[in-house]
């Protein structure tokens, strides 16, 4: 007996969705076994990392602070790579977006008007869409792959942050920490409530509906997904793959910067030396588990939400779990949905040992 | 067992398969002799994909030597049963033999290990990488492109199929990509060769000089499973055919015996539509101009255009004939718009000059286009019928695109509903299919009809009937003469020249990039095209990028005008 890998006749119909949730499976699974490695209760484990973080209403809101960035961020990238434009840089174009959108209330502290927020906000997109019409830049003149300029700008976003906070943009009241001024309430994005949950989870709810609708109705949507698909073909068609690139660049970036600058006008209030725990690069994990769709992307930033909740918790609640945890079921997860994802195209079939005997040897013939 | 073994073969039906297979490695004579030693035998093959059976009980039986035909129009299953014989696919039912014993072969590395190769229409190859490096993928042992240039030059001499394998497989035509398949095969010393639709990409000459390689490899011992919709040709070259319809065997015959009406008969049911339009009279309005086209080479081998001139009249059809690879998919995409060029006036479409204009204004000025490869160019095969209706018509037809950008999903569905029924489109009852689930011809008779319904005033197209079986390519041809009967003007690229004597008001010729003069379809005949084809009418010198060997050219012209002469 021997399990063999065969391609389907056609595509699978029900394994796109199918995968996502055999992906999850399997990261449990493994993860499960992780902890009782480290001598843990696996179960009781997965019951701290995953279950409890939606059993209270403060977690549930502190999912939804994580779930909005990785969200804004995730149906950028998933158009992005459904355009086969492979940007996964998104975490400097967020750096960008929250160092452009700070640039006014450190630099002009003073200045009390409720023009101050709208504008911040609009300098994020602008910083993070910046920081993506490099790569994309590069890519129309000189042919540049993306992949490696998009991710390379990231470090030099972070290091960009890293000296602002120290040097010029420093809080001069801060006893020599490495962080800017406190935002002043103009400043800083309406909270729901009187929680942490702020107008960026809104923003994000908006931003998926709308490009659930482009994707699925428009001409633009319908151009962006024959271009990944059939480059030649959308040639044919009459659409230009530079403006393709150059739109989900900037529609990418442009979110990144807005997730950004939510950011540190939201639940961090000021810039510091970190201000994500690496959204950007999770967020190419959302996308994929939300299978290139905005509104899959909505569910699969929720399930990444938790990781990270869980990650915090499990740090505090289980012995000897580091906080590298949450990276570890990441990067598991993302795994494991590329290889089940094979399954749309292929299936996997027992052959039996009864008719090996009439399959002939290599070079027999 | 098969449907019809009351036919010649039914003194063969209960084969008597022999551990060691026969060493005369003739063709076989006529059927009905002493029980043949069957290299391959399918029995009772049959094989479903949803509530749609591809293949219904079917049996075929192959000699060492022999080359023997599969005929049938496109759908009828074809490509079913030798996906199963290369372990593409595998059978519901039934069984294979080969050299009598019963094998499964559950992969194609499994069939290349028994001795099967195979010669797919729609080619495997990495653009990226060169001949040799493309081969070197498939062969087992050593990655040695050294040695293995060595022996393809061998063989691609020994079997007269020219092939520089340090070439890049991106900048090589069409023809030479499929030597480049059939060497593959051939390095592998494979007993059964199956073929699939191969001349649909080749000159007359071309197709000879397969002919030639194929019998010297029957003459060897090796089978030839000969997959076509030409008739003629296999008529002239297979010995047997077994003639497949609706996924069942509805003839196994002596392919020689036969003629090809005879054929197509079995193959479609009933009689083919012949062609009919006569000569047009063209009106006076030019629709399509070129004016001294002068195009830089896209690549290292690429086929820079040289001051190419032409002018199509309303109500005519313009053929231009020439070999694979010569500058007609450069011509294209500049008539098209895909790429622009320097000078606006050396195009003209429907009497206004667009060079600099994209392919969307080109269309709006009434101008409709067909490019030669169908999947992935004139249409995405995962996107839906309605989708690719979409990709041409949403710069043209404003009602496909609403204020805002929003799609009229509907309207589109409903022109691809109409463009299906028209043209005779058959998907297995589904009424929005993904184009890749579409067959060749019925692919290609969509993607036709989804531009003549838009009734353009000038119609571009590359290779019309490119793998296309009989009844669709009559349907086609007929199609676009009736379009310039009612007054609009066809330029038809194509390399059948069949075809073009069979549509074409007048023709000329394009090699190494440079076009002949237009000449009245009645003045030539195919030795003259065959001349042109060789580049009689080139004034550049012949170092220039795209040599092609001409002495061999004309030479193979010359003997393939003799050959139509002895058998008009």
Redesign the interface.
């Known amino acids: 007996m021997r399990l ?1 890998l ?2 389907r ?3 699978s119909r029900w394994m796109p969705f199918l995968s996502p949730l055999l992906a999850i499976g399997l990261t449990l699974v493994v993860g499960g076994i992780l902890f009782a490695a480290r001598g843990l209760d696996p179960l009781h484990a997965l019951y701290v990392y995953f279950v409890e973080p939606v059993t209270t209403w403060w977690s549930i809101e502190e999912l939804i602070v994580k779930t909005a960035p990785l969200v804004l961020i995730g149906v950028g990238l998933a158009i992005c790579f459904k355009a086969n434009i492979w940007n996964i840089g998104a975490e400097g174009q967020l750096t960008a977006g929250a160092i452009a959108g700070a640039a006014i209330p450190i630099l002009l502290p003073g200045w009390e008007s409720p023009m101050v927020l709208p504008l911040m906000i609009l300098c994020g997109i602008a910083g993070g869409i910046a920081w993506a019409a490099i790569p994309a830049f590069f890519r129309h003149r000189f042919g540049a792959s993306e992949i490696l300029t998009s991710l390379m700008l990231v470090y030099v976003a972070l290091y960009l942050l890293d000296w602002l906070v120290r040097g010029p943009w420093r809080d001069p009241h801060g006893y020599n920490f490495p962080h800017s001024v406190s935002f002043e309430s103009w400043q800083l994005l309406p909270t729901l409530g009187d929680g942490r949950v702020h107008a960026g989870a809104l923003i994000a709810l908006l931003v998926v509906f709308t490009l659930f609708i482009m994707m699925s ?4 949507g ?1 151009e962006i ?2 271009s990944g ?2 480059p ?7 659409f ?1 793959r530079p403006r393709t690139l150059w739109f989900c660049f900037i529609l990418a970036g442009g979110l990144a910067g807005l997730a950004g600058i939510c950011e540190v006008a939201g639940p961090i209030g000021q810039l510091q030396p970190s201000i994500s725990p690496g959204y950007g690069f999770t967020a190419i994990i959302v996308a994929f588990l939300g299978r290139l769709n905005p509104v899959g992307v909505l569910l699969a930033g929720i399930a990444l939400g938790i990781s990270y909740l869980g990650g915090e918790a499990a740090q505090i609640e289980l012995t000897g779990v580091s906080d590298k945890t949450a990276r570890v079921f990441q990067g598991m997860l993302l795994f494991f949905i590329l290889a089940c994802d094979t399954l749309i195209l292929y299936r996997l079939r027992w ?1 039996g040992t009864g ?1 090996a005997t ?8 | 067992m098969i449907s019809d073994d009351s036919d010649s073969q039914a003194s063969n039906s209960t084969p008597k398969p022999s551990p060691e297979p026969g060493l005369e490695s003739a063709p076989p004579a006529a059927d009905g002799e002493a029980p043949p030693d069957y290299l391959l035998e399918a029995n009772g093959i049959t094989k479903t994909f949803g509530d749609f059976t591809a293949n219904d009980d079917v049996s075929l039986r192959l000699r060492k030597g022999e080359i023997h035909a599969l005929l049938g129009e496109n759908g009828a299953g074809k490509s079913t049963l030798v996906k199963i014989i290369y372990g593409s696919l595998q059978p519901d039912a039934g069984s294979l033999h080969w050299r009598g014993k019963q094998v499964r072969v559950p992969s194609p590395a499994v069939a290349r290990d028994l001795g099967i190769g195979m010669v797919f229409q729609h080619f495997s190859l990495f653009d990226a990488l060169t001949v040799v490096e493309n081969i070197a993928l498939v062969m087992t042992g050593r990655f040695d492109p050294e040695s293995l240039s060595g022996r393809i030059e061998q063989v691609s001499a020994q079997y007269g199929l020219s092939l520089d394998p340090f070439a890049r497989v991106a900048d090589l035509s069409v023809g030479e990509r499929q030597r480049i398949e059939i060497v593959r095969c051939l390095l592998q010393s494979p007993s059964l060769l199956i073929m699939d639709e191969p001349t649909s990409v080749l000159t007359p000459q071309e197709a000879d000089r397969l002919f030639i390689t194929l019998r010297q490899l029957a003459a060897g011992g090796c089978a030839v499973l000969y997959i076509s919709h030409r008739l003629e040709e296999v008529k002239a070259l297979c010995h047997r055919a077994t003639v497949l319809r609706h996924g069942q065997v509805v003839a196994q015959v002596d392919a020689r015996r036969e003629t090809a009406a005879s054929l197509a008969r079995l193959m479609v049911g009933s009689d083919v539509h012949r062609i009919t339009g006569g000569t047009g009279s063209p009106l006076e309005e030019t629709m399509i101009a070129v004016r001294d086209l002068d195009l830089p080479a896209n690549g290292p081998f690429g086929i820079s255009l040289h001051r190419i001139s032409l002018a199509v009249r309303a109500g005519e059809v313009v053929a231009i004939a020439g070999v694979a690879g010569n500058g007609q998919s450069e011509l294209f995409e500049a008539l098209s718009g895909e790429r622009l060029v320097k000078h606006n006036e050396a195009i003209a479409l429907a009497g206004t000059d667009c060079g600099i204009d994209g392919i969307s204004a080109r269309r709006r000025l009434g101008a409709a286009f067909v490019p030669e490869e169908r999947l992935g160019h004139s249409a995405a095969p995962t996107f839906t019928l309605a989708e690719n209706m979409l990709l041409t018509r949403h710069g043209c037809d404003s009602e496909m695109v609403a204020r805002g950008g929003f799609v009229d999903q509907r309207y589109a569905q409903r022109i691809s509903e109409r463009v299906m029924q028209r043209f005779d489109v058959r998907s297995g009852g589904h009424l929005n299919p993904p184009a890749g689930a579409l067959s060749g011809g019925n692919l290609q008779k969509f993607v036709i009809g989804r531009e003549l319904d838009r009734q353009p005033k000038a119609i571009v197209i590359n290779q019309p009937t490119w793998g296309v079986d009989a009844g669709a390519a009559a349907l086609i041809r007929q199609a676009l003469i009736d379009m310039a009967r009612a007054g609009a003007a066809v330029l038809a690229i194509s390399q059948d020249l069949d075809e073009i004597f069979a549509i074409a008001d007048k023709v000329a010729v394009i090699s190494r990039g440079e076009l002949s003069a237009l000449l009245p379809i009645g003045d030539v005949d195919r030795e003259r095209i065959g001349l042109l084809m060789a580049g009689e009418h080139e004034t550049r010198p012949f170092d220039a990028p795209g040599t092609i060997d001409k002495t061999n050219d004309v030479n193979d012209m010359k003997k393939g005008s003799e050959r139509d002469a002895a058998h008009p």
């Not at chain 1, 109705?217 to 633009?220: A, E, M, Q």
């Not at chain 1, 030649?232 to 009459?238: E, L, N, Q, V, Y």
């Not at chain 1, 009439?358 to 013939?365: C, D, E, L, V």
């Open positions: 063999i065969e391609k006749p056609e595509r109705k428009t001409l633009k319908f997904r024959i698909e059939a030649k073909a959308s040639g044919f068609g009459g230009s052959i008719l009439t399959t002939p040897k290599r070079g027999q013939a």
